[in-house]
């Protein structure tokens, strides 16, 4: 049977954000984003109340290292089937079994970060940690690759943000969520032994929400065009890079490195920032920076969705890594008001008022340019190889997110955080030189067959 695969998906009667295709990229994303949610704001949250140092917190970044490799095992998810699960299709099957491997590793992680008659050390939350994003990854190549072969080429920024808004609702539920249920179960004198196992175990549970959406979803129509074999699927995807890009693939790997580096360096420092430099409570931090910045992450994905419609994804790469630089700059301002050191721990909080434009403006931004980012990476990848390209990209895009999250210890460490933060801001400047040398286009349409 043949035809585009967004035809088969959803009504066109339903208005774009309401079709089937969407709900059930939203569930993905939700499912998607707690693994990323643990790996990037709750645990080294959990670390810097717990008293590590910004080194140790900084080497979290290193578990998220798998992020970076899932491209080695790409092809695996498009040419193999799970056994046991094949009624499902290939799309869906490498989903269910992903998730379920996801909820059992954050149920480790919950156990592990509450005391009780063992201290779990750094080594082994890192373990743990990497082996979930390890699951958490291969989640993500799947999923993007569901995500890429259900959408036409209009559809791309609202799928995009759709995506998005599925991951920050994760954030807000397991940032917001776990870290206000971890601070109250903690002032209770009862459950203080068991605070963080019962508030991460909630968020595992929650996961479940990905699951309904894979099995609610329809298996995506596959593209015709590519060799058979094991080895085809591995060689062929990079061989239609190449001939596709050229010299300029070169360009095109550095700026997924380079275009986000604001957010990674600024991302990794913040936690400690917020809770030693300006005194904030894990509870504080929970209610602003997850619960009201999400709402704010929220408004800029859609905001985003809509733009990259009217502007052009290329546009929008311009404008919205511009406000990515600048979203920093709040953080450089707090620090500096508050005379945040790393040398010693607030005295008291700085005021509330002062951290939530801070976090607002930071949550709009970057709900922007994560839809931006997300759907200039989807236009380039070709169906015939969605999940492999796509991984491909994210992986050199987790290189820099890892490499510069460690150093970022290393920085503050010995520069302090106001130099810190006003270096991430000029960091915005080798990504957008990359932007003019880039290729803006769609993959070519395939024929599509529905996979039996």
């Known amino acids: 049977m043949q035809g585009s695969p967004s035809a088969t998906e959803s009504a066109p009667t339903r208005p774009l954000y309401l079709q089937r295709t969407m709900l059930v990229l939203l569930a993905l994303g939700y499912g998607g984003g707690v693994p990323l949610e643990m790996a990037f704001n709750i645990v080294p949250t959990w670390a810097s109340a717990a008293g590590w140092s910004v080194l140790n917190v900084g080497a979290l970044s290193l578990a998220k290292l798998p992020y970076s490799f899932k491209v080695l095992w790409a092809p695996l998810t498009d040419h193999l089937g799970i056994p046991g699960l094949r009624w499902m299709g290939r799309r869906r099957a490498w989903l269910l079994l992903s998730q379920m491997v996801c909820l059992l590793l954050i149920l480790l992680l919950a156990w592990n970060m509450d005391a009780h008659d063992h201290a779990a050390t750094p080594e082994l939350i890192m373990v743990l940690l990497g082996v979930l994003v390890f699951a958490g990854a291969t989640q993500d190549i799947v999923g993007d690759a569901f995500r890429a072969e259900v959408l036409q080429p209009r559809e791309l920024g609202a799928g995009a943000s759709v995506f998005v808004t599925g991951a920050r609702i994760a954030s807000v539920v397991g940032g917001a969520g776990a870290l206000i249920v971890a601070s109250r179960l903690q002032a209770n004198d009862a459950w203080r032994g068991w605070a963080w196992g019962v508030a991460i175990g909630l968020l595992a549970l929650s996961t479940v929400i990905g699951m309904v959406g894979t099995l609610l979803a329809r298996e995506p129509a596959r593209a015709e065009g590519m060799a058979h074999g094991f080895a085809a699927s591995v060689v ?143 236009s380039v990848c070709d169906r015939r190889a969605t999940a492999t390209q796509y991984a491909l990209l994210t992986s050199f895009m987790a290189v820099g997110n890892a490499l510069t999250g460690w150093l970022s210890g290393w920085m503050v460490a010995n520069m302090d955080y106001k130099p810190f933060f006003a270096l991430s801001i000029a960091a915005a400047l080798p990504g957008m030189a990359l932007i003019p040398l880039l290729r803006a286009r769609h993959a070519p349409e395939q024929v599509m067959t529905v996979e039996a």
């Not at 997924?256 to 604001?262: A, K, V």
């Not at 894990?282 to 602003?288: K, N, P, Q, R």
């Not at 951290?355 to 922007?368: H, T, W």
């Open 236 to 378: 062929q995807p990079f061989q239609i890079f190449a001939s596709q890009w050229g010299w300029k693939l070169a360009i095109l790997f550095a700026f997924t490195i380079l275009y986000r580096l604001p957010d990674n360096l600024g991302g990794a420092m913040t936690p400690p920032l917020l809770v030693k430099g300006l005194g904030y409570s894990t509870e504080t931090i929970g209610w602003v920076r997850q619960a009201m910045g999400f709402t704010f992450s929220i408004v800029g994905a859609m905001l985003g969705g809509w733009l990259v419609a009217r502007w052009g994804i290329v546009k929008c790469l311009w404008v919205f890594g511009v406000l990515q630089a600048a979203s920093n700059a709040g953080f450089l301002l707090l620090a500096d008001g508050y005379h945040a050191t790393v040398a010693t721990t607030a005295a008291q909080a700085a005021p509330t008022a002062a951290l939530v434009p801070v976090i607002a403006f930071e949550n709009l931004c970057g709900g922007l340019v994560s839809c931006g980012f997300v759907a200039y990476m989807m």
